[in-house]
């Protein structure tokens, strides 16, 4: 019995035809700003305060009116927005580095020391028995941080480097640190929060 060649082929070539779509369309997608849709908006709840977020009033963190946040307790000060709730996209490790140069020439709350946290300093914002909703397509998840932060991202880029092509982060979910591809795409999920070490003459004005 001699089998028609052509038939065999036919669903192959209209499920690759397929697959080609699906990669064109998210990529697409993430190429405007990965926007809250199906494929590229990956966070639901941004900046704006929200039913439910109140503030924990907790005296080891100081808004300082000005875009930035002091922990009193560490000795740092962070940028009270992350790069996610600012630009709207995730950037890498790579991006990164334009991203605090750009903090930096502006002088952002005064200062041109920003810089990208440890792992350490990251660990230190992690509070199990504070919660921040994070919308992820249609679930909800916690992001263990004080409320100062606002709707603020679960995953973020340290400044250690591992294994030469990947990069620490940390993640606020879960409570751990995780190594990532440095150069990877926009849609990982992870993006910045600065900070900067305060000094002693700063120390000794927020006595």
Same mark, same amino acid.
């Given at each position: 019995?001699?089998?028609?060649?052509?038939?065999?082929?036919?669903?192959?070539?209209?499920?690759?035809?397929?697959?080609?779509?699906?990669?064109?369309?998210?990529?697409?997608?993430?190429?405007?700003?990965?926007?809250?849709?199906?494929?590229?908006? %990956?966070?639901?709840?941004? =900046? *704006?305060? &929200? !039913? $439910? /977020?109140?503030?924990?009033?907790?005296?080891? #963190? @100081?808004?300082? %009116?000005?875009?930035?946040? =002091? *922990?009193? &307790? !560490? $000795? /740092?000060?962070?940028?009270?927005?992350?790069? #996610? @709730?600012?630009?709207?996209?995730?950037?890498?490790?790579?991006?990164?580095?334009?991203?605090?140069?750009?903090?930096?020439?502006?002088?952002?709350?005064?200062?041109?020391?920003?810089?990208?946290?440890?792992?350490?300093?990251?660990?230190?914002?992690?509070?199990?028995?504070?919660?921040?909703?994070?919308?992820?397509?249609?679930?909800?998840?916690?992001?263990?941080?004080?409320?100062?932060?606002?709707?603020?991202?679960?995953?973020?880029?340290?400044?250690?480097?591992?294994?030469?092509?990947?990069?620490?982060?940390?993640?606020?979910?879960?409570?751990?640190?995780?190594?990532?591809?440095?150069?990877?795409?926009?849609?990982?999920?992870?993006?910045?929060?600065?900070?900067?070490?305060?000094?002693?003459?700063?120390?000794?004005?927020?006595?």
């Amino acid at each position: 019995m001699k089998v028609d060649s052509s038939n065999i082929f036919k669903p192959a070539l209209f499920l690759g035809a397929l697959l080609f779509c699906f990669w064109v369309t998210a990529s697409a997608l993430a190429e405007e700003g990965q926007k809250d849709n199906i494929f590229g908006g %990956q966070i639901l709840s941004l =900046t *704006d305060k &929200k !039913e $439910g /977020l109140e503030p924990s009033n907790d005296p080891r #963190y @100081q808004n300082n %009116q000005n875009g930035t946040v =002091t *922990d009193l &307790k !560490e $000795g /740092l000060m962070w940028k009270q927005q992350d790069s #996610y @709730q600012e630009l709207k996209k995730w950037l890498n490790w790579e991006m990164a580095q334009s991203y605090i140069a750009d903090i930096n020439e502006k002088r952002f709350g005064g200062h041109d020391d920003w810089k990208l946290p440890t792992r350490k300093q990251l660990a230190s914002l992690y509070e199990e028995d504070k919660v921040i909703p994070w919308k992820y397509y249609w679930t909800v998840n916690e992001v263990h941080m004080d409320p100062i932060f606002g709707y603020t991202s679960c995953c973020f880029w340290s400044s250690e480097i591992h294994k030469e092509e990947y990069a620490w982060t940390f993640n606020y979910i879960r409570g751990k640190a995780y190594p990532s591809p440095r150069g990877g795409p926009g849609l990982s999920l992870s993006a910045i929060r600065l900070v900067r070490e305060i000094n002693e003459k700063e120390r000794t004005a927020k006595k």
